[in-house]
């Protein structure tokens, strides 16, 4: 006769109740808000980089500034980690384009 083996647990997902799916719903708005915020900055952002690439062709310099650019990647990267740095990449080129 053979003895039983357990079951492994369940990997099918467990429906929130309660409480939590209040909650739930709380932290999603507030997620929301983050979201339209970053948004609304990202908007400022890219307004400030094309006035700043305006400036900079108007006075005869160069479209972009890779010393500039590292810095900014540099921030990205110490306050964010990797993910942080191909974040600040992709502001980059929202506001210069690609290279």
């Given at each position: ?41 990202v ?43 191909a ?13």
């Amino acid at each position: 006769m053979s003895t039983p083996t357990a079951t492994p647990a369940s990997s099918a997902p467990v429906a929130v109740t309660g409480g939590d799916v209040e909650r739930i719903g709380e932290l999603r708005t507030a997620i929301d808000t983050c979201d339209a915020e970053i948004i609304e900055l990202v908007h400022r952002r890219l307004a400030i980089s094309k006035e700043i690439g305006a400036l900079r062709a108007a006075s005869g310099g160069t479209r972009l500034s890779l010393s500039r650019e590292q810095q900014v990647l540099d921030r990205f990267r110490a306050a964010l980690g990797p993910d942080g740095a191909a974040l600040g990449m992709l502001l980059l080129r929202q506001g210069r384009g690609r290279l």
